[in-house]
């Protein structure tokens, strides 16, 4: 029989019976495997809901959202199926994309999050309002 035909548990017992690996290395072998595994899973799902979020928002005419709805924006949670928890994790992974803009907002002016309670965090897509980075480097090629 060749390596290639065992499988992880038997080649694990048969490394352990050949006293190359111990049962407390194979046992962490497991978990370790077990939580690259699960790791593995969780980012997956998570871009699958990105993927959602993006597909949900584009050609629609609202562009303010926020993780729940409320008076002044769309939420999220009202357009996929997910956790509030992993609506947050992909908002914010979609605004360091560059797909949302991060802000406060307050009786219809947009402020600064750092000067604004959690509640009044919503997420902006204008897909017409280039990223902060994007505007920066077309005004240094402008002054070229």
Do not use: C, H, W
């Not at 595994?37 to 980012?43: E, H, P, R, S, W």
């Not at 990105?50 to 357009?79: C, H, P, W, Y």
């Amino acid at each position: 029989m060749t390596i290639s035909n065992y499988t992880n548990s038997d080649l694990l017992n048969e490394l352990i019976a050949r006293g190359i690996l111990t049962q407390s290395q194979a046992d962490s072998a497991v978990r370790k495997s077990d939580r690259a595994l699960a790791k593995q899973v969780k980012a997956e799902a998570l871009q699958a809901l990105k993927t959602q979020i993006t597909e949900a928002i584009t050609g629609g005419s609202d562009r303010v959202f926020s993780v729940k709805k409320t008076g002044n924006s769309v939420g999220i949670m009202d357009l996929v199926e997910a956790e509030r928890s992993q609506v947050l994790k992909a908002l914010t992974q979609l605004t360091e994309e560059g797909v949302f803009r991060k802000v406060g907002l307050v009786g219809g002016v947009e402020k600064p999050t750092s000067e604004v309670n959690a509640f009044q965090i919503r997420y902006i897509f204008d897909a017409a309002v280039p990223a902060p980075e994007e505007a920066a480097e077309e005004v240094a090629e402008e002054g070229k």
